[in-house]
């Protein structure tokens, strides 16, 4: 039986993907779990498995080739299995329909089944006298999906899909007297990303300006030119040479995750200082009897296995507002940062209240290695509740983080620092680390988050909890 290889999905921002190289000719024999092929996507480049046994049948997409998240890049069959014409071509008209025969309607051809033709569960839709032809891009709308190419949109048909046009009042687009068409889903993201629409260039029908026209203005994309300096770039000096810098797929969509997140995630932060001598006491006992073959343990590791308690001990912090609402989870999903040279990712350890400390280490180690090299596996790159970003490590004692749409909350760790500290009431040599935890307001207030935050120091300074 064949099946379909699709570009993955990793986070429900990611539109497409692009094939780095094929690590499989056609024609060659794969076993399920076998990797074929590396992708670059927006997060990281991945490697892609084969999840069933056959021969690569047929490499539908080249090396180099950005195609959406869904589409098919590959097949993979039997050796005897004959596979249909896979070609890429643009889908041309359909044929006029035949003459109308004795027993047969007008609208329905000879022999052909009345009944409406259902869409694959694989993305595809399959005529039932043909092969299945894959659905267009994302970023067609519904009445460009259905029509020809050769037949224009009707206006009207745009509107049912971005929904009604309004024009925006002068007030708003900053030049007097100017009124812009723009779709109620393009002024939204507008207001979002702090684009003015009267500098977006507007494709849509009558000079409408559409969502993805107001994307592309964000991305300085050549299709919306500024026709005017607009926010920042207004008091830029010009004459101080500049050239523009070419974002990498991972940079630009940091810039865009980042600018959402900090706009439209109403953050409170919350700092404390943990004394970290105990831990900092168990952790080289620890490293002394560990495999010296082994990494050794960090303070990073503590600070996973307490959050992992955390929010097992804390269910109010163990949620996200995903769409229009409040999502509560069970298990303790925890992303961590990883800094590559070209910007970050975060990976996630998935289930960590089920682990030992020592496994919970071994895997996080092992997570950010893989990080740094490009291995991560896509279910790798989504389903974190929380996340962990240690700065210390650079010397940073303090610094806030923002969240990840999706996620809830964010733990920003600084430096360990020997600073005197008041014991018995004397000053005596100690360790301090400051810890800032950064919280959704949707989904908890500032008392749950302060008890949370104060259990998860209490787990730093008593570091034998995180080994139970």
Known sequence: MAYEVTMPQMGYDMTEGSINRWLVEEGAPVERGDVIASIATEKADIDIEAYASGVLKKILVQPGTTVPVGQAIAIIAEASEVIPDQGTAPEEPAPAAPEKRAGASAETPEGASEKPKAADGDGARRSEDGPKKPYPSRNQSPSEESSPASTPVPEWAQQLADGPAEPVPASSAGIPGERVKASPLARRRARELGIELTAVRATGPGGRIRAEDVEAASRGGASAPLTRPVGVAAAMDLSDPSEPVQLSRMRDAIARRMAEANSSIPHFHLTTEARMGALLQLRGELNQLADPE??????????IRAMA?????????????????LRQFSQSNIALAVALPDGLVA??????????????????????ARAKSNRLHPEELSGGHTAISNLGMFGVTQFSAIITPGQGSVLAVGEVREVPVVVAGELAPGHQMAMTLAIDHRVTDGAQGAEALAFLRWCLEHPTACLV
């Open 294 to 303: 082994l990494p050794k343990f960090s303070v990073t590791d503590f600070v």
């Open 309 to 325: 308690l955390t929010l097992q001990r804390h269910p109010s912090l163990n949620a996200a507002w995903i769409g229009s609402g």
């Open 347 to 368: 990976p996630v350890l998935r289930g960590c209240e089920t682990l030992s400390f020592s496994e919970l280490a071994r895997r996080a180690h092992d997570l950010a």
